[in-house]
């Protein structure tokens, strides 16, 4: 598989990231100049209310709505948490790591938030879930401090070890690696990406993480409520932190100062890929050029189509996305029609698992896929779904299909759903379903003929319409054109462009530059 990430920088809309497989644009990211709380910044919160009910607590974070704190959020070493936060806002805290802080007993997991906060506390906490339609941030206390091979999670002492890595004689090398170069009440999470690594490599990753903590813990003591303390790394640079292999050929960025900090992180992390990052230097927009564009326009909206003619129907609700399968204009005899099915089916479901990733869809997702009356078949089905999303980094949960057929996917949702418009406004009526009437066309055309010659007394015109309204005026003995030839005393060049809608039309001068009304 061949992995491509186009990165598009502009001021107005800030970085857009397509990553692409084998041509094919699987995941789109965007992130605005001025991204605030994202997931996994930290910020020194203090608590505005405190909901015994909801066993939760409101916290200002300096978004325009208070975030939400719940108790299982809070992580079992939050009063540690609250300890090294009250000595280090004193100035009684002199070390940068933990060594020497006493930590506090686990909180009960069925206890109460009202236990553990109380109105004004300040408290660090982790944008866990971004703002996402009317509500806030969701947060969490229990910090962790993400690298490349491996996670670093204060107040524990824990080496825990990804399910993905399989083999025993590994996980036992990677965990014994860990637990050597760890310091003391810090628990370390080894990522998947940690496979066949050494110990210098899984060094410099943990090393760069203690340093960002002492960082952290050197902020925290100057830091006001609401401020953000440690900020998580951009965009770009998280999406290459988690995914990038040996299986990507390509990195094209088209802004110079994004092209030298990726360049940088890229050698920094992996620095046999530094080759594959170029800075893309033509005037087409970038996203055309790779042809992403196009993809975009053709994988967001309403409907997808699929190869063969079937297509997909995607409505979204709030909490709720529902996807329906319809085979189109796909004829298959009664004889093979279970068999048609099925692979209707499949090929749906790796354009769903694709659809998932690329506009980030969470929640509660409910396919309707085709009718099947073999067992054999919905079992297939349901494995090869389960195949095509195990690429997915989200965390979902796949259900078999049930008694009506329908198959449903929950799947985390920490970002605001990616949106596209891919309609476009109407040049003839400006999105309004109404346009001017055609029968005063000609005296707009011909009042603004008069002031072009009259009064700004213009040698040579060339007016450009629609073929028909073209054929309208030049048509006849005596048609619109020698009209005006009679009344100005100016032959009026006609220009037809097919392009243009009905009653769309321009004023062309002897140089061919478009005369301004």
């Known amino acids: 598989m061949v992995k491509e990430l186009i990165i598009d920088s502009t001021p107005e809309k800030g970085v857009t990231i397509a990553l692409l497989q084998d041509k094919q644009l699987v995941e789109l990211n965007k992130e605005k100049a001025d991204n605030n709380f994202a997931v996994g910044d930290i910020y020194l919160g203090r608590v505005k209310k405190i909901m015994p ?68 506390v300040l408290l660090p906490v982790q944008i866990a879930k971004e703002p996402i339609s009317t509500k806030g941030p969701r947060l969490s206390s229990d910090l962790s401090i993400a690298g490349r091979f491996v996670v670093l999670v204060p107040f524990s002492s824990t080496v825990s070890i990804s399910k993905r890595i399989k083999g025993n004689p590994e ?38 993480l203690i340093s960002k903590w002492e960082l952290f813990t050197k902020r925290l003591k100057t830091a006001e409520p609401a401020h953000k303390v440690l900020g998580e790394m951009d965009r770009a640079s998280t999406i290459l932190r988690d995914i990038l292999t040996d299986e990507f050929t390509h990195i094209h960025v088209n802004d110079l100062t994004l092209y030298d900090e990726v360049k940088s992180y890229v050698q920094e ?36 189509n699929l190869q063969g003619g079937a297509y997909l129907v995607i409505e979204h609700t709030e909490a709720l996305h529902v996807v329906d399968v319809n085979s189109g204009n796909r004829i298959a005899s009664k004889e093979n029609q279970e068999e048609n099915a099925l692979l209707v089916n499949k090929e749906a479901a790796k354009e769903i698992a694709r659809q998932l990733r690329l506009r980030d869809m969470g929640g509660i997702v409910v396919i309707d896929f085709i009718d099947m009356h073999k067992p054999t078949n919905r079992k297939e089905l349901y494995s090869y779904l389960k195949e095509c999303m195990a690429n997915d980094r989200a965390k979902h949960t796949i259900l078999p299909p049930s008694k009506f057929g329908l198959v449903q996917i929950t799947r985390q949702r920490v970002r605001p759903e990616m949106s596209v418009v891919t309609s476009e406004k109407c040049p003839a009526c400006g999105g309004t379903g109404e346009i001017r009437s055609s029968i005063v066309l000609l005296d707009d055309i011909e009042n603004n003929l008069s002031f072009i010659l ?34 100005y005393g100016k032959w009026i060049k006609i220009k037809t462009a097919s392009s243009y809608h009905l009653t769309q039309f321009r004023f062309f001068n002897n140089k061919e530059e478009e005369i301004k009304l």
């Open 53 to 120: 009910g909801l066993n939760a607590a409101f916290v200002d974070v300096g978004y325009e709505k208070d975030a939400f704190l719940h108790y299982l959020d809070l992580g079992p070493q939050v009063q540690s948490l609250l300890k090294l936060t009250r000595i280090v806002k004193n100035g009684s805290y002199q070390e940068k790591l933990l060594n020497s802080l006493k930590l506090e007993k686990d909180i009960d997991k069925a206890g109460k938030i009202s236990d553990i906060l109380s109105r004004n």
């Open 171 to 208: 996980r036992t090398r990677l965990k014994k690696i860990v637990e050597s170069i760890k310091p003391a009440n810090f628990g370390v999470i080894i990522r998947t990406v940690s496979e066949g690594k050494g110990v210098e490599e899984m060094q410099k990753d943990l090393l760069d």
């Open 269 to 304: 992390i992996s620095p046999d890929l530094e080759k594959i990052v170029k800075l893309y230097k033509h005037k087409e927009p970038i996203f055309d050029h790779f042809g992403v564009e196009r993809q975009i326009k053709a994988s967001f909206g309403k409907t997808v």
């Open 454 to 487: 009259q009064e700004q007394n213009e040698k040579g015109v060339t007016l450009a319409v629609h073929p028909y309204i073209g054929a309208y005026i030049t048509s006849g003995l005596i048609s619109r054109r020698v009209k005006w030839f009679f009344k």
